[in-house]
């Protein structure tokens, strides 16, 4: 069954520094979105994408954070100069042919920023 | 409460018995999912109940919407001890921006 997948599983970094965690959605998917969840909280969306744009951003994504599709199978989140409080489990999930449609999440990346 | 909010909190069940879960929210859905984590790993996918459905199976859950008292219940017939784990429901109000709850956090007691 096609899964949506995440590397790294755990990335660890220091404050100031940047990251990019790696997401490969469902081949055949159209819409792709980020997600992140805060040890003990709940999960929040941060950003929608589709047609190699974003659709939808909440207010944490802020200009620190930034999406890309850069070839056919990868989407990216990049977050230029981590902070304390980007410390979280960020989830990649993609989307069918509507976006009303199940959104499939992958394994997450945990993030550690010291 | 906020948008997608489960309760009770927390729920421990001899295994074998149901698991009734509910899920509240506030402002009108495309559709509402229910997804399964197991402790610090990713979500699991169970269901999506659209909006002008009221009544969806799947195995041994069963899922009621109801939009006019804007609720959701999830029910586990049977439970099993890898059932363990926190359930949320999901709510789409803006078209893919799933807004999630707080979570239940079920114990099945072998």
């Known amino acids: 069954e096609p899964e949506v997948t995440q590397t790294p599983s755990h990335q660890v970094t220091q404050m100031g520094q940047e990251v990019i965690l790696r997401c490969v959605p469902i081949s055949n998917h159209l819409y792709f979105y980020w997600y992140r969840q805060i040890l003990g909280q709940k999960v929040e969306f941060l950003v929608s994408f589709y047609n190699n744009e974003i659709s939808e951003k909440s207010e944490i994504f802020d200009d620190q954070f930034s999406v890309e599709r850069p070839d056919g199978s990868n989407f990216t989140l990049k977050i230029r100069s981590t902070k304390l409080e980007d410390s979280a489990m960020y989830f990649c999930?993609?989307?069918?042919?509507?976006?009303?449609?199940?959104?499939?999440f992958g394994p997450g990346t945990r993030l550690t920023v010291l | 409460s906020q948008q997608g909010e489960e309760d009770p909190q927390a729920l421990s069940i001899q295994e074998g018995e149901n698991a009734t879960m509910n899920c509240s929210y506030k402002t009108s859905i495309n559709n509402l999912q229910w997804y399964r984590q197991n402790s610090g790993r990713g979500l699991v996918h169970l269901i999506l109940i659209r909006s002008n459905e009221r009544e969806k199976h799947s195995g041994r859950l069963r899922v009621t919407l109801d939009t006019s008292k804007k609720s959701s219940s999830l029910l586990i017939t049977a439970s099993r001890a890898a059932d363990t784990a926190s359930y949320f429901c999901?709510?789409?109000?803006?078209?893919?921006?799933?807004?999630f709850g707080t979570g239940t956090r079920l114990t099945i007691i072998p």
């Open positions: 999901a709510t789409d109000p803006q078209w893919g921006k799933l807004t």
């Open positions: 999930a993609s989307t069918g042919t509507r976006n009303t449609d199940t959104q499939y």
